[in-house]
C-alpha cells in the first residue's frame, strides 16, 4: 500500500511564475490536508479538501493561493505569480475520514524555491 | 485555535542517553499525533496517542487529555534519533491538525 505520494520532490521557479504541487493520498483516504513549512520553523496548516469540496481553507493566503480535489486525480495546490517569501516545503497528508478520530499520514513533501 | 507548546525547544545528547519531551496543549482535543522530521525532512508518523501509554521498541509516549499534555520518551538514544519531533493536536471544535514548533534533537556519537 502505497503512502502519500507527493510531486515534485523539488521545484524551482522563477519570480512571477506559477506553480503546482501535486498529491496521491493513500488508498482509500478521500480527506486531504496541506501545510507549509517555513525554514526553522513547524507546519501551519493551509487548507483541508475532500473530493470535489474546500472543507476549511482558513490557512490559505487570500491572494495567489489555491487548492483543488477532483474527482479523479490528485490534490492540487496551485500558487500563481510567486514571490521570494513562498519558498517552503508544502506537506500533503491524508486519512480516510477527519482527523478527529484516525491517523493522519504526510507526504515527502515538495520543497519549492523561487529564485 | 488551540495552542500547542513543546520543550524544550532544543535537546543535545550523547548516544544512549534517555530523553522526555513534552507537549502541552490549551483546549480539549480528539487526537494527538507525534512525529519524527528527519535530517532530510521527511515526515515519520511515532504514535497516534490520543489518551493512554504505547510503545514502539526504544520509544514510547503517554497522553494525559484531561491534564493536556503528552510525553514521548526516547530510551538509549542512537544517531539516527537526531532530527525535530513535533507533537500535533485536533481540538474537539476544530477542523485539522494543529503543530507545535517542535524539539529539535541531536544525538552525538
Known amino acids: 500500500n502505497a503512502g502519500v505520494m507527493q510531486n515534485p520532490r523539488h521545484l524551482v521557479r522563477r519570480r512571477g511564475q506559477e506553480a503546482r504541487l501535486r498529491c496521491s493520498p493513500m488508498k482509500g483516504h478521500s480527506h486531504v490536508y496541506w501545510y507549509r513549512q517555513l525554514p526553522e520553523e513547524g507546519l501551519k496548516f493551509m487548507v483541508y479538501l475532500q473530493k470535489e469540496n474546500i472543507i476549511d481553507e482558513s490557512g490559505m493566503p487570500k491572494e495567489r493561493f489555491s487548492a483543488e480535489f477532483p474527482k479523479e486525480g490528485p490534490s492540487i495546490l496551485r500558487i500563481q505569480q510567486v514571490v521570494r517569501g513562498d519558498s517552503a516545503a508544502y506537506f500533503c497528508?491524508?486519512?480516510?475520514?477527519?482527523?478527529?478520530?484516525?491517523?493522519?499520514?504526510f507526504g515527502q513533501g515538495t520543497r519549492l524555491t523561487v529564485v | 485555535g488551540i495552542q500547542v507548546e513543546q520543550s524544550p525547544p532544543d535537546l543535545i545528547l550523547q548516544e544512549g542517553a534517555n530523553s522526555t519531551l513534552r507537549c502541552n496543549f490549551s483546549d480539549s482535543v480528539n487526537n494527538l499525533q507525534w512525529f519524527h522530521q528527519n535530517p532530510w525532512g521527511q515526515l515519520i508518523n511515532l504514535f497516534y496517542i490520543p489518551s493512554g501509554t504505547k510503545q514502539n521498541g526504544r520509544l514510547s509516549a503517554t497522553t494525559v487529555a484531561t491534564e493536556r499534555y503528552s510525553l514521548l520518551y526516547i530510551s538509549s538514544s542512537q544517531t539516527t534519533d537526531s532530527g525535530v519531533y513535533f507533537c500535533a493536536v485536533f481540538e474537539t471544535s476544530g477542523s485539522r491538525l494543529t503543530f507545535g514548533e517542535g524539539t529539535q534533537l541531536t544525538v552525538n556519537p
Open positions: 497528508a491524508s486519512s480516510p475520514f477527519a482527523t478527529a478520530n484516525t491517523e493522519a499520514f
